[in-house]
Structure formats: structure tokens, C-alpha cells
């Protein structure tokens, strides 16, 4: 799926099966919710935290996935709501990275 359609997708599951968009301060405080989500799984699967039960670490993957997922999911739904072309904007963003740390990231000792 491209981004372009996930975001018609998304669109189309709103207009259809969500009745409609909340609104952008919602969808905004929402999105914080979900990346804190992948935040604390990150934390655990990869940081120094562990843990509660041997359940959670099971499907923790999976949870990951979902709540990445989750985030984009609402992402999206803001960029539709603003007006947003995401696959323009990434394309934009991407070039202005390019140009800025042509040469940064390179020379950068910490990278090595």
C-alpha cells in the first residue's frame, strides 16, 4: 500500500465505519497517547526496563507492530484532516535532509 492509499483508506474507514473524524486537537492529543505506547514498549523491548509478566514479553512484537500502527493510523488521520499530502510531504522532507546532511552525517564520528 502507498501512502497515497493508505491515506484514501483510512479516509474511506472514517467516512464509512468512524462516522467521522474527531477533531484535529483530539486527533493531536490521541496521536501523544499512541507514540507514548510505542515509547513504553520500546523502553522495554530494547531499553533497560522490563517487563511486569512473562505474557507481556510473549507478544511484545506484535504489540510493538500494532501500536506503531496505531500511531500512523492517527497520523494520518490528521494529515487528511488538514490537507496534508504525506507521500508530497515525505518526498520534500527526504530532499531537504539530503541537502542539509549531505555531508554531516559522514563526517560524524559517532557513527562510526
Not at 488538514?82 to 530532499?95: C, F, H, I, P
Amino acid at each position: 500500500m502507498t501512502i497515497k492509499e493508505a491515506q484514501e483508506t483510512v479516509d474511506q474507514w472514517i467516512r464509512t465505519i468512524g462516522v467521522r473524524y474527531y477533531g484535529e486537537l483530539t486527533n493531536t492529543a490521541i496521536l501523544m497517547e499512541e507514540v507514548g505506547e510505542v515509547a513504553r514498549l520500546m523502553a522495554r523491548l530494547y531499553g533497560e526496563q522490563s517487563f511486569k509478566t512473562p505474557e507481556q514479553a510473549a507478544t511484545a512484537k506484535e504489540d510493538l507492530a500494532d501500536e506503531m500502527a496505531d500511531a500512523l493510523f492517527v497520523l494520518i488521520c490528521l494529515a487528511n484532516q488538514t490537507g496534508v499530502d504525506l507521500s508530497a510531504a515525505l518526498e520534500k522532507n527526504l530532499q531537504k535532509k539530503t541537502v542539509r546532511d549531505a555531508a554531516r552525517h559522514a563526517a560524524n564520528e559517532k557513527l562510526r
